[in-house]
């Protein structure tokens, strides 16, 4: 598997996207988001997903390149912004960072986001409350996929709920998952590198699992197959409970903002065309220096977390994570060797250079 170096991939998606219309310092926000993805190892939605997410969808007329941020309502400790239509990176970053001023001032704040499209990776908004010593999280509904424990019809999106939190090692708590069993994006990726789905990920109308994972994709979309939550099919394996969480982060990504919310989200009219998909997201940022010093907070989470990972372990494992250890160790691997690319990957990465006639590329890809 051929591997690239950061630069070059952020180089690459900030010169696709200016030549698909996006304003620079917006693409540089944008190439930024799905590289943090691609730095931690979640390759679901890194340049895995420029294409086929964010250029297609420019290309279709169903995404505003240009973004048009609105302030709807704000307080002294919250807002509300209307992106109408445009990058959902650019308006997500721009409320985060309102939260985390917010929150310097009054110790927390929160900020709603409707009108937008699909942000990227929700780890990348709590990192940056991370950053500046806060506790950061993040939600948004998504295009129905998820069906309801007992139920067989995508209803609800795989909602991520996402925290980060700061502590004393070099890695922050970074837990950024969705509330289905797996993220929609890990189908994508699985279906681009000819990999079946585990048994229980996905159901057809008859509650039976599905594995081929480029027919599940299609069959998503046709409403005729659906994810199942958190926990699993049915109440078993407390399936209920990723059921509720996913029907949380719908709330507080739709009810808030009064913008759209399940079935509205499907990015198709009545007549099967595409449509805008009209995504909400929210923002939290906590100031912990408002409950404690910084440092003594720091210390006793990297504690409880260092704890955690030196209790006892399972028969046949010799380690315990927790959540972000991975994905910073997957960070200094890739920050030597580079992101792997699979062949289907660099096959479209050679498509978006014919495309888009990004010269800087053809030598990197044999077209001179």
């Given amino acids: 598997m051929r591997h690239l170096d950061f630069d070059t991939l952020h180089l690459f998606s900030v010169e696709s996207l200016k030549k698909a219309g996006v304003p620079e310092n917006d693409a540089e926000v944008i190439a930024d988001v799905l590289l943090e993805a691609d730095k931690l190892g979640i390759d679901s939605h890194g340049i895995n997903r420029l294409k086929p997410i964010y250029l297609d969808r420019i290309k279709a007329g169903i995404v505003n390149p240009v973004t048009k941020v609105d302030i709807l309502r704000e307080s002294p400790t919250t807002a509300l912004l209307d992106a109408n239509n445009g990058m959902g990176h650019v308006v997500s970053k721009q409320a985060m960072q309102m939260a985390i001023d917010k929150a310097k001032k009054f110790g927390m704040g929160m900020v709603a986001v409707r009108n937008s499209s699909h942000y990227g990776i929700a780890g990348y908004y709590g990192l940056m409350a991370a950053r500046e010593g806060m506790i950061g999280l993040t939600g948004t509904n998504a295009r129905p996929s998820i069906a309801p424990t007992f139920g067989v019809e995508n209803m609800l999106g795989t909602n991520p709920l996402t925290f980060v939190i700061p502590t004393d090692e070099e890695f922050p708590f970074f837990l950024d998952c969705a509330t289905s069993v797996s993220q929609r994006g890990k189908f994508e990726y699985y279906a681009k590198v000819g990999k079946d789905l585990p048994k229980g990920w996905c159901i057809d109308r008859e509650g039976n699992s599905k594995t081929n994972s480029v027919e599940v994709l299609d069959d998503l979309v046709k409403g005729k197959a659906a994810l199942a939550p958190l926990g699993g099919i049915g109440e078993e394996t407390a399936g209920y409970k990723g059921y509720g969480y996913a029907t949380v982060v719908e709330i507080l990504s739709s009810a808030l903002q009064c913008g759209g919310y399940m079935k509205a989200l499907t990015g198709?009219?009545?007549?099967?065309?595409?449509?805008?998909?009209?995504?909400?997201?929210?923002?939290?940022?906590?100031?912990?220096?408002?409950?404690?010093?910084?440092?003594?907070?720091?210390?006793?989470?990297?504690?409880?977390?260092?704890d955690l990972r030196n209790s006892q372990k399972m028969p046949g494992h010799d380690r315990i994570y927790t959540a972000g250890e991975k994905e910073y160790e997957n960070f200094l691997v890739r920050s030597k060797n580079g992101v792997p690319i699979p062949d289907s990957l660099w096959e479209e990465m050679i498509g978006v250079t014919k495309d888009y006639k990004l010269d800087k590329f053809y030598k990197l890809f044999g077209l001179e």
Avoid at 277 to 298: C, M, S
């Fill in 268 to 306: 198709l009219d009545e007549n099967g065309n595409k449509k805008p998909y009209r995504l909400g997201h929210f923002f939290i940022a906590i100031n912990v220096e408002t409950f404690q010093d910084l440092d003594v907070f720091k210390k006793n989470a990297g504690n409880l977390l260092r």
